[in-house]
């Protein structure tokens, strides 16, 4: 038989048919809503392209080769309208190429059918246009990339902290030490030879949801402490662990009881302080104590060598941070972060749930002596002539600023820095006081003596975007013109990084402040203008249409018909209510508690961070109630779990307001879940930190465990994910992270950032590594949590990896 024959007639005009029908069904989609975006004032592409598709379907549903011929046109008009838009973005050009590709090779099938064609040309031209779709999808993986730069030379022959800790053999605080540089010196891991990396040993905690753990909100996010021979830690439920740092053998547990009821947005313990008590004998009972916050609002005190509660801490090793803050419903007030220690003072703050309602209990900031617990001082701004409980009858100030992050600490000036919070409802600024409005969304330096505020340095004013600081700020000495300047280095989640003297808080560079919009539902109270720092920023320009992106030109022009129904000024857009509104970057945008990294010596800071918009909208009171939002936390119409996610979920109530608040965070197209900006959605930077200046810049996190309907791709195309955690840098010249949605943790090479090594994680790891040495060996771990805002599997496998011996 010759491969120009064909099967029945009525077979090849039944596939010609088929095929047109999709051609047509697709075309009438894009017809429609191509229309509805010219008239918004948008790209006429795709009514164009969908009135091509109509008229090449009805072509070949009659079985005319002039059908494909026209579809090969609508194909190639796709591309070349691509190009002009996008350049050669590879990202930008996936919705007018691989969908209309696809079309294309099924046409390109129908040609034996319509005309004097062979089944082989057909085939053969298929087999190109797939081709080109490979070479294309190289080409995508390769985007994105900055050249890397020459680092900076050495600045410091040593590493300058002004805590009494040193990271090296050990790892003694969140950030390495309270300085939070996440910097170890140990060099034995280098890039010649992590790719013999493997894994020592993995402790699972035994701390997992109960019943359906991808239907729990559970994220560990734990960086364990390493101090002398002993490893700790926290489970995600507050159960304070100790481990043999080389083995992963458990030495003791102590469960402090914490009720699920307790549970906040995130069941999460981001990790935990190690005290010793100056002047006591190492063998008293608590000479040196782990120190935690849990969930429930207590700061717990167990002994170091035993794990049992410090009798001489509080009553019975715990003190309630719940006092004078009246009535506090389970779930409202939760601490997920490690205190700070400076001068013998537990500095803490919490977590107060997000979108519940304008009265939460107060972000009221406590002192505590870190070896009786008892109350130093108490800072509420509303009444800063209080220095500890509020007198008789009264509670410390409600629905104020909170720091739910972590602190850094300076021992020698006395002062602690809090990356303070907003005000109790994140999306209406109608009723906060004026001290609200000072210090929300601010560095506030404390001293630790007496609890009154040194100085405060504010990063937006009177926010209404969710836009607290989340990350801790890093204490370096910055290299200047006239000497060394004790200095702190504060990243933001809207992209900006500051650079302050942490002496008195002046910047060390100009903050410019830019006017911005001044419409939404409070025009009079929005600020005329924002700070933006000139040091550097990982933000990026401002959204336009041809920024909208789907895997297909059909969800690709439904996100651009939402961009333009939307209002959206360019960065800090104002809350509206008769519209939604695009905030850009969204309330996971730059730099969140993962926090940055400092090469104190090379003079490097690592920064990974998130861009991606949120697409939200205020709903009236009224409505709200008619749709079902749901009730605040506490509430009994709230109970059985029809609650408020806390401010990132779809809805929450905003109670007291005449608001409540549906935000789309990421904004995610309904049914395939893809969001409809173009990638990458996250990346990591390594920045000279004398300068500012990109040194490079990759995405970060490949498509392997996304795709649409939530269905893994497995692709490993590096599209640059959501991620949350941070990275250690040492110097050996790696950085580790995991924090990627892909639950891979990897080493990159500080001067390249190429990845020189990577594992697979048992889940999520939505953590920041700790480095320490026992024996001469380095050890790096990584809690691999999970995280249910990110999507990622639950878990509760704490892994260590070295070098084989």
């Known amino acids: 038989m010759q491969d120009h024959e064909t099967a029945h007639p009525r077979v090849r005009s039944l596939y010609a048919a088929i095929v047109g029908a999709i051609l047509a069904i697709a075309g009438l989609v894009l017809a429609i809503g191509g229309a509805w975006l010219t008239i918004l004032g948008g790209s006429p592409f795709y009514l164009i392209a969908g009135i091509g598709l109509l008229a090449s379907g009805a072509l070949l549903i009659r079985g005319r080769l002039l059908g494909a011929w026209l579809y090969g046109a609508t194909w190639l008009l796709s591309i070349l309208w691509g190009l002009v838009e996008t350049g050669l973005d590879g990202w930008g050009l996936i919705p007018f190429a691989v969908g209309p590709t696809i079309l294309l090779v099924l046409v390109l099938l129908t040609l034996p059918q319509l005309g004097k064609f062979r089944w082989r040309t057909a085939i053969g031209a298929s087999g190109i246009a797939i081709f080109a779709l490979v070479i294309a999808g190289f080409a995508i993986s390769r985007i994105n990339r900055t050249e890397a730069g020459a680092l900076p030379g050495v600045i410091a022959s040593t590493v300058a902290d002004p805590s009494p800790m040193r990271a090296g053999t050990d790892w003694p605080a969140y950030g390495g030490t309270y300085a939070a540089q996440r910097y170890s010196p140990l060099g034995q891991i280098t890039p010649d030879n992590v790719g013999k990396l493997e894994r020592a040993w993995v402790y699972n905690t035994g701390d997992m949801p109960q019943g359906d753990p991808t239907d729990s909100k559970y994220g560990a996010e734990t960086t364990p402490l390493k101090v002398g021979g002993t490893l700790y830690l926290c489970s995600a439920t507050n159960i304070l662990i100790a481990l043999d740092p080389a083995t ?29 008590a100056p002047g006591v004998g190492a063998d008293s009972e608590c000479a040196a104590r782990i120190i935690e916050g849990t969930l429930d609002g207590r700061l717990i005190a167990v002994d170091a060598q035993t794990g049992k509660p410090c009798s001489d801490f ?54 505590f002596d870190a070896v009786t617990g008892e109350q130093r001082w108490a800072w509420d701004m509303v009444h800063p002539h209080w220095n500890g409980l509020p007198p008789e009858g009264e509670q410390y100030a409600r629905g104020t600023p909170n720091m739910w992050t972590i602190a850094s600490g300076d021992e020698a000036l006395g002062l602690v820095y809090l990356p303070m919070g907003n005000s109790a409802v994140d999306y209406w600024s109608g009723s906060r006081s004026p001290q609200e409005n000072a210090f929300s969304t601010s560095l506030v330096a404390l001293d630790v003596t007496t609890g009154k505020p040194r100085w405060r340095f504010q990063t937006v004013r009177r926010d209404v975007w969710d836009y607290d600081l989340g990350a801790q700020g890093t204490l370096v000495d910055f290299p200047s013109a006239a000497g060394n300047v004790p200095a702190l280095i504060l990243p933001s989640k809207q992209g ?55 895997m297909s030109p059909i969800d690709q022009m439904i996100c651009r018909i939402q961009f333009k129904r939307a209002a959206y000024g360019g960065p800090y857009t104002p809350p509206t209510a008769d519209r939604r509104f695009v905030q850009y970057p969204g309330y996971n945008g730059g730099t969140d508690w993962g926090g940055i990294a400092v090469d104190p010596v090379r003079g490097v800071i690592v920064a990974n961070y998130n861009d991606m918009p949120n697409y939200n909208r205020l709903v009236p009171r009224e409505e709200a109630q008619r749709k079902g939002f749901p009730a605040p936390r506490g509430e009994e119409s709230a109970r059985g779990g029809d609650m408020g996610e806390g401010g990132h979920g779809s809805q929450d109530p905003q109670a007291g307001t005449p ?139 704490l892994v260590a990896y070295a070098l084989p011996d």
């Not at 547990?253 to 699920?260: A, E, G």
């Open 248 to 276: 992963g053998k458990q030495r003791w547990r102590y469960d402090p009881q914490v009720s699920d009821e307790w549970i906040p947005y995130t069941a999460a313990c981001r990790g935990v302080a190690y005290f010793a």
């Open 314 to 367: 509080g009553s019975n090793g715990a003190v309630d941070i719940k006092r004078g803050m009246g009535p506090v419903e389970p779930g409202m007030v939760s601490i997920t972060s490690p205190p700070t220690i400076v001068q013998g003072v537990i500095v803490t703050g919490h977590q107060v749930l997000d979108g519940q309602k304008r009265s939460a209990p107060s972000g009221v900031i406590q002192g």
């Open 496 to 550: 900006d990084i500051y650079v302050l003297d942490r002496r008195t808080g002046r910047p060390l560079f100009p903050v410019q402040e830019r006017a911005v919009p001044r419409t939404g539902v409070e025009p009079q109270l929005r600020s005329p203008t924002q700070p933006f720092s000139s040091y550097h920023s990982l933000a990026f320009p401002a959204l336009k249409e041809s920024d909208m992106w789907g």
């Open 659 to 797: 608001y409540a608040i549906a935000v789309n965070p990421g904004w995610r197209l309904p049914l395939t879940g893809l969001l409809c900006k173009r990638p990458p959605y996250g990346g990591i930077r390594a920045i000279d930190m004398r300068t500012g200046r990109t040194i490079w810049d990759r995405p970060f996190g490949t498509a392997r465990r996304n795709g649409p309907w939530g269905i893994p791709s497995m692709l490993p195309v590096n599209i640059g994910t959501p991620n949350n955690g941070g990275a250690v840098v040492t110097a050996g010249g790696l950085i580790f992270i995991a924090a990627a949605t892909d639950n891979l943790i990897r080493a990159i090479d500080i001067r390249t950032g190429e990845t020189l090594w990577q594992d697979t994680l048992p889940a999520g790891g939505q953590a920041t590594p700790s480095v320490y040495e026992v024996n001469g060996k380095q050890y790096v771990v990584i809690m691999a949590g999970g995280h249910h805002f990110m999507e990622t599997p639950i878990g509760d496998a």
